[in-house]
């Protein structure tokens, strides 16, 4: 029988093929292998969600279909990792960073194995699919773990960077990535460094510290405050572990008010990182941590959701204009 999909069909299949990042990890990993690096890859059951379909048909002898069994597959990565290549596993961030924790802790970071671990559809971008399938604590529970790497790209050619320069990396990283429908920020040949974070613009009303999907709308709302008038700039700290301390103070030190924004839970994410510099340092700057407050997130389409906890541009606007008002 054949199936004829409406163009706004929720069928997932078919709206990941409208998702132009989709391809990037696949893309990248196969540029890798061409180039010789021991790269190998798995999943468990979503390679059409993440778009490793195209690196098992390019790869087969270096792709692992683990089945709907997460935590088989980080502790199988860390005993490849011990054979010599470089394992690359990927699953939807809510499963990888939660349900995979013990395993993430014990046999990759403890065993100081170099996983890639690709958390995707970080957030509420997984929208209908339920607040079982957000991930919106993931980025307090993994930089918590010691030696391993936290990493939130903003766009896609920003994560193909990321992977290349991983490839030279000796400790495991905890990749958190979007669902590949993430606008452009960065070129291809965009430079990135691991715990580098990257500055727009640095302003003396108010300093946006952002990180993943956020950055777009965070660079959108930025340019439209100044355009108001405002001295606001923006900070994309795609590495949250380690943390650019040195980006923060530079902005607490000409700043009157920070403002983190992060699509992720208030609480020990991006905006817990940045006050534990503040407090350690002695920066006497206010911040402001915008993102999901205590609670759990609500079901609906991303686009809907985005709006609801004022994450996208519009909203974060809002949020920094009454932070102006009052500075």
Same mark, same amino acid.
């Given at each position: 029988?054949?199936?004829?999909l409406?163009?706004?069909?929720?069928q997932?299949?078919?709206?990941?093929?409208?998702?132009?990042?989709?391809?990037?990890?696949?893309?990248?990993?196969?540029?890798?292998?061409e180039?010789?690096?021991?790269?190998?890859?798995?999943t468990?059951?979503?390679?059409?969600?993440?778009?490793?379909?195209g690196?098992?048909?390019?790869?087969?002898?270096?792709?692992?279909?683990?089945?709907?069994?997460?935590?088989?597959m980080v502790?199988a990565?860390?005993g490849m990792?011990?054979?010599?290549?470089?394992?690359y596993?990927?699953t939807?961030?809510?499963?990888?960073?939660l349900?995979?924790?013990?395993?993430i802790?014990?046999?990759?970071?403890?065993?100081?194995?170099p996983v890639r671990?690709?958390?995707?559809?970080?957030?509420?971008?997984?929208?209908?699919?339920?607040?079982?399938?957000?991930?919106?604590e993931?980025?307090?529970?993994?930089?918590? =773990?010691?030696d391993? +790497?936290?990493?939130?790209?903003?766009?896609?050619?920003?994560? /193909? $960077? !990321?992977? #290349?320069?991983? %490839?030279n990396?000796?400790?495991?990283?905890?990749f958190?990535?979007?669902r590949?429908?993430?606008?452009v920020?960065?070129?291809?040949?965009?430079?990135?460094?691991?715990?580098?974070?990257v500055?727009?613009d640095?302003?003396?009303?108010l300093?946006?510290i952002a990180?993943?999907?956020?950055?777009?709308?965070?660079?959108?709302?930025?340019?439209?405050?100044?355009?108001?008038?405002?001295?606001?700039?923006? =900070?994309?700290?795609h +590495?949250?572990?380690p943390l650019?301390?040195?980006?923060?103070? /530079? $902005? !607490?030190? #000409?700043s009157? %008010?920070?403002?983190?924004v992060?699509?992720h839970?208030?609480?020990?994410?991006?905006?817990g990182?940045v006050?534990?510099v503040?407090?350690?340092?002695?920066?006497?700057?206010?911040?402001?941590?915008?993102?999901?407050?205590?609670?759990y997130?609500?079901?609906?389409?991303?686009?809907?959701?985005?709006?609801?906890?004022?994450?996208?541009?519009?909203?974060i606007?809002e949020?920094?204009?009454?932070?102006?008002?009052?500075?």
């Amino acid at each position: 029988m054949t199936h004829n999909l409406h163009p706004d069909s929720w069928q997932y299949r078919a709206l990941n093929q409208r998702a132009p990042s989709l391809a990037t990890l696949s893309d990248t990993l196969i540029e890798l292998a061409e180039a010789g690096h021991p790269v190998v890859a798995g999943t468990a059951d979503l390679q059409y969600s993440n778009g490793l379909v195209g690196f098992a048909q390019r790869f087969p002898e270096r792709f692992t279909q683990f089945g709907i069994s997460e935590q088989n597959m980080v502790s199988a990565a860390a005993g490849m990792a011990t054979t010599g290549v470089i394992p690359y596993v990927a699953t939807f961030a809510s499963f990888l960073a939660l349900l995979c924790c013990e395993q993430i802790r014990m046999d990759v970071a403890y065993g100081a194995q170099p996983v890639r671990l690709i958390g995707h559809h970080t957030g509420i971008s997984l929208g209908f699919y339920g607040t079982s399938h957000h991930a919106t604590e993931d980025i307090a529970i993994m930089r918590s =773990i010691a030696d391993l +790497t936290v990493v939130s790209p903003a766009d896609g050619p920003q994560f /193909a $960077a !990321a992977l #290349r320069a991983s %490839v030279n990396y000796a400790q495991p990283i905890y990749f958190r990535i979007s669902r590949g429908h993430d606008p452009v920020v960065y070129a291809k040949d965009a430079p990135f460094e691991f715990g580098k974070a990257v500055i727009h613009d640095i302003g003396d009303d108010l300093t946006i510290i952002a990180t993943g999907m956020p950055v777009h709308p965070a660079l959108t709302a930025m340019r439209a405050l100044q355009a108001k008038g405002h001295s606001v700039g923006l =900070i994309d700290m795609h +590495t949250i572990k380690p943390l650019d301390r040195e980006a923060i103070m /530079a $902005a !607490a030190r #000409r700043s009157r %008010v920070i403002l983190t924004v992060e699509e992720h839970t208030i609480l020990g994410g991006l905006g817990g990182a940045v006050a534990e510099v503040l407090a350690e340092e002695g920066g006497g700057t206010r911040l402001v941590r915008h993102g999901i407050k205590d609670e759990y997130s609500l079901i609906g389409p991303p686009t809907h959701l985005y709006r609801h906890y004022k994450l996208d541009a519009a909203g974060i606007e809002e949020v920094a204009l009454a932070l102006l008002d009052r500075a």
